[in-house]
C-alpha cells in the first residue's frame, strides 16, 4: 500500500476520532490526559486552560504522543502519533476551533485562559486497520 493510501485511511480514522489521549513527557515522567482533537489537514488541535500542568510540561518539551481511534472506528483501528506541538493564544485559530468545537471547559471564546494547542504529526502509525497491512508507520511531511 502506498503511502497516499496509507494517509487516506489515517483521514478516515481522524475524522471519526475526536476524543484521544494526550500524552507528554516531563522530567522522564510521562503524563497522560483525555482530550477532544480536531483534524485540519492532519494537524490536530484541542484547547485547554493556559494555567493548566500540560502548558508548562509542553514548555519543558514540545514533544507529544497521541492515541486517537478504536472505539470510534468499524474495525477498531487506531492510530499512534508523534507530534510537535505549539500553544497558540491568537484570536483566528481561537475563533476557528470555537465553532467547531463542543462548548465544554469555557464559556466563552473570549476567556483569557482559553488557548489551542496544536500537534503537527510527525510520524503516525496506524495500528488494526483491515485497509492496511498494519501496524504501518509513515512520516509525514
Known amino acids: 500500500m502506498s503511502k497516499e493510501q496509507v494517509k487516506t485511511e489515517i483521514e478516515k480514522i481522524l475524522e471519526q476520532s475526536k476524543v484521544g489521549v494526550l500524552s507528554t513527557a516531563h522530567n522522564n515522567v510521562p ?4 482530550m477532544i482533537f480536531y483534524n485540519d489537514d492532519f494537524t490536530l488541535y484541542t484547547k485547554t486552560n493556559i494555567e493548566s500542568e ?3 510540561e509542553f514548555k519543558d518539551n514540545p514533544r ?11 474495525n477498531r483501528s487506531f492510530l499512534e502519533i508523534d507530534a510537535e506541538v505549539e ?3 491568537d484570536q483566528e485559530t481561537i475563533d476557528w476551533l470555537w465553532q467547531k468545537q463542543d462548548k465544554s471547559f469555557f464559556d466563552s471564546k473570549d476567556d483569557p485562559d482559553l488557548c489551542v494547542i496544536k500537534a503537527t504529526p510527525k510520524q503516525v502509525k496506524v ?8 501496524p504501518r508507520t509513515i512520516e509525514m511531511d
Open 31 to 34: 503524563n497522560s490526559r483525555y
Open 54 to 56: 500540560k502548558i508548562q
Open 87 to 89: 500553544i497558540l493564544k
Open 127 to 134: 495500528m488494526n486497520d483491515d485497509n492496511v497491512d498494519s
Open 64 to 74: 507529544a504522543h497521541i492515541l486517537l481511534g478504536f472505539d470510534d472506528t468499524n
